[in-house]
Nanobody
């Protein structure tokens, strides 16, 4: 079992930056692939970024490519999402997720085994 806790969301003006983090506990962090998703009311959970167990491979949704950077520190059991040049359409609840497989990057919510409670990101225009 893995417990995930996000923090670092908030309110920011368009063009600003935020850096949510996700702390994992319960099992060996580096055994898990990780990802960030986001969701707005009435919409399905949307893939944002994924990172391999070692941090050596990453993937991004086209909508955030070049603006967001996913990273992880296995020594601290923590994953990050550096979000720059934020836009009002980035407003959502952001969730971190873990998958108990280390072979690939995963892009769909049903591929993940564990989820955090979410952190709200609001970008004002």
């Amino acid at each position: 079992q893995v417990q995930l806790v996000e923090s670092g969301g908030g309110l920011v003006q368009a063009g600003g930056s935020l850096r949510p983090s996700c702390v994992a506990s319960g099992r060996t962090f580096y055994h898990y692939g990780m990802g960030w998703f986001r969701q707005t009311p009435g919409k399905e959970r949307e893939f944002v970024a994924a990172i391999s167990w070692s941090g050596g491979r990453t993937a991004y949704a086209d909508s955030v490519k070049g603006r967001f950077t996913i990273s992880r520190d296995n020594a601290k059991n923590t994953m990050y999402l550096q979000m720059n040049s934020l836009k009002p359409e980035d407003t959502a609840v952001y969730y971190c997720a873990a998958v108990a497989r280390i072979g690939s990057l995963y892009y769909t919510p049903d591929a993940y085994d564990y989820w955090g409670q979410g952190t709200q990101v609001t970008v004002s225009s």
